[in-house]
């Protein structure tokens, strides 16, 4: 039977780690933390969370291989580093998040329900 979106988004989660929004802006205020908005540019371009770097979900694995053309510096020499990810609502993000576990990366963790917990908590984003 094909599998639906709702079931990648389980089984990533069952294989990361998550932050709830207090969490992650408790970590991001006390260390180095690289925060990757992993939405697409326009929906970055509306709001994000402070510092973050906007690499689209669909050029993830690309952007962290240190071995290809087209790989993103910020993120593929991070491989030791904390990283935040996160998307609109979580799912996404989660997704990523296990990708870059499956990479190699050793610290990653997903925004929980992403920038929609993230304002419910009275965050503030930049634009």
Known sequence: MPRQLGCFIKEARSHIEEWDAESAH???????????DVREADEFKQGHVQGAINIPRGILEGAADPGYKHR??????ARDKTILLYCQSGGRSAMAAWVLKQMGYAHVYNLAGGLECWEAEGLELET
């Open 26 to 36: 408790e970590n991001l205020q006390a260390g180095d933390v690289l925060v990757v």
């Open 72 to 77: 993103d510096p910020r993120l593929c020499n």
